[in-house]
């Protein structure tokens, strides 16, 4: 089963500012990669797939990175909305589908 | 507009069973995957497993693999997911999640989520 780590668990980030999120898979699954940002009371939102593709109605301050095992999701400058819970998950290697931690974005 | 729309929250004892519903709209509902995921409180997305309402094929988490059932009913473009032998471990919101045949395995369209407590 892969393992997916995220870094760091919290990030406190000012309005305007860049965030950004690390995840990191046991071993390595290509591309084969996706982010969700959920907010409190809300199912996930699919934010990137393919490691960097932004999926439908994803603003472009979203953008995803690397290939491998080491990945990272960038929010360009966090607007109010952005404050949520950030989930990398890895569809190279499955069953099982695996999930990160997750990263909380919050307030600085 | 694709719509999953659940079950309400269910409270259960230990060695019980849930059977959680995931109505279907918006869409043809034989052409996708169901997945179907958990997140207990404080803890990762968990898989449980995929079914396929056209074929009835399933493939479930071999940690799963014995306490659950995924079945759908075509007629009323519904799916469902049965899990046995409750434990106070399985307390967590279950979620549906469709997936295109040929689709990768990442998720656009969930489930609102069914929250399901098991205890004494």
């Known amino acids: 089963e892969i393992v997916m780590t995220q870094s760091p668990a919290t990030l406190s980030v000012s309005p305007g500012e860049r965030a950004t999120l690390s995840c990191r898979a046991s071993?390595?699954?290509?591309?084969?990669l996706a982010w969700y940002q959920q907010k409190p009371g809300q199912v996930p939102r699919l934010l990137i797939y393919?490691?960097?593709i932004r999926a439908t109605g994803i603003p472009d301050r979203f953008s995803g990175s690397g290939s491998g095992t080491e990945f990272t999701l960038t929010i360009s400058s966090l607007q109010s909305e952005d404050f949520a819970v950030y989930y990398c998950?890895?569809?190279?290697?499955?069953?099982?589908?695996?999930f990160g931690g997750g990263t909380k974005v919050e307030i600085k | 507009q694709v719509l999953l729309v659940q079950s309400g929250a269910e409270v259960k004892k230990p060695g019980a069973s849930v059977n959680v519903s995931c109505k279907t709209s918006?869409?043809?509902?034989?052409?996708?995957?169901m997945h179907w995921v958990r997140q207990a409180p404080g803890q990762r997305f968990e898989w449980l497993g995929w079914?396929?309402?056209?074929?009835?094929?399933?493939q479930y988490a071999r940690k799963f693999q014995g306490r659950v059932t995924m079945t759908r009913d075509t007629s009323i473009a519904t799916a469902y997911m049965e899990l046995r032998g409750l434990r106070s471990d399985d307390t967590a919101v279950y979620h549906c999640?469709?997936?295109?045949?040929?689709?990768?395995?990442?998720?656009?369209?969930w489930g609102q989520g069914t929250l399901v407590t098991v205890s004494s």
């Open positions: 999640a469709r997936v295109g045949v040929a689709g990768p395995p990442f998720y656009d369209n």
């Open positions: 918006g869409y043809r509902f034989t052409s996708y995957y």
């Open positions: 079914f396929n309402p056209n074929t009835g094929g399933t």
């Open positions: 071993q390595t699954v290509n591309s084969n």
């Open positions: 393919g490691a960097y």
């Open positions: 998950q890895q569809y190279s290697d499955w069953p099982p589908l695996t």
